[in-house]
């Protein structure tokens, strides 16, 4: 069954510091990969997405993910960190498009506190 | 252009009341979708719909009905309402197109059941 793991469930960093969030995921194929951030009381924000090509790829609010295909990993990053990034961030992997609707799994989610 | 919006924000029913969430979205979007969101747990998939007219059960269905009569809206019913249905509920739309399968969501809306 296809699954996405966030191992961390909290992380706290300090202001400046830089950041990387985890994400496994099991999946037969390649999959279609997402980074959605959700801040208190708020929808969720689409950060980035990564469908093919470059591994690496940015996204809003100074954010860059890359996948690894032989880890079955697509980790999140930010090089310095805004005491405003503080909310929780959630992986999602969806299969490769084939026609039907569009089936988002999403991971736990992480949650990150910044610490001034 | 509003994106995806939900009503009510907030909701507080008693065990056995009824209630309806409604979706809507200007995107014109052909994929609607509802989950629930539970601590620890991430996003689960109640139902989704493909077009107007249908719909298809996901992950969580029991105790969920919905309907799509327009294009642009997506109603979530809750017939008798149980404590295990306390939850945020957010609605999400995406595009048909191949090139564009992200989902949109909405604020969400918080229900609680007594």
């Known amino acids: 069954a296809q699954s996405v793991t966030q191992p961390d469930i909290h992380i706290t960093v300090s202001e400046g510091a830089s950041l990387e969030l985890r994400c496994n995921y099991s999946y037969g194929a390649t999959p279609y990969l997402f980074w959605y951030v959700q801040s208190p009381g708020q929808g969720l924000q689409l950060l980035l997405k990564?469908?093919?090509?470059?591994?690496l790829v940015q996204g809003i609010k100074g954010f860059e993910a890359e996948f690894k295909r032989s880890q079955s990993s697509f980790n999140l990053r930010k090089p310095s960190v805004h005491w405003s990034d503080a909310a929780e961030y959630f992986c999602a992997v969806a299969p490769s498009f084939s026609g039907g609707y569009n089936k988002l799994i999403f991971g736990a989610g992480t949650r990150l506190a910044v610490h001034p | 252009n509003a994106g995806v919006t939900q009503t009510p924000k907030f909701r507080v029913l008693k065990t056995g009341q009824s209630m309806t969430l409604l979706c809507a979205q200007d995107m014109n979007h052909e994929y609607m979708y509802w989950y629930r969101q539970d601590p620890g747990m991430g996003l689960r998939l109640i139902h989704y719909?493909?077009?107007?007219?249908?719909?298809a059960k996901g992950e969580v269905p029991d105790g969920y009905n919905v309907s799509r009569l327009k294009k642009q809206n997506f109603l979530l019913g809750l017939e008798s309402a149980a404590p295990s249905q306390t939850s945020v509920y957010f609605c999400?739309?995406?595009?048909?197109?191949?090139?564009?399968?992200?989902?949109?969501f909405g604020p969400g809306t918080r229900l609680t059941v007594l």
């Open positions: 990564y469908f093919s090509g470059d591994t």
């Open positions: 999400a739309s995406s595009s048909a197109s191949t090139s564009r399968p992200e989902q949109f």
């Open positions: 719909s493909v077009g107007e007219g249908t719909t």
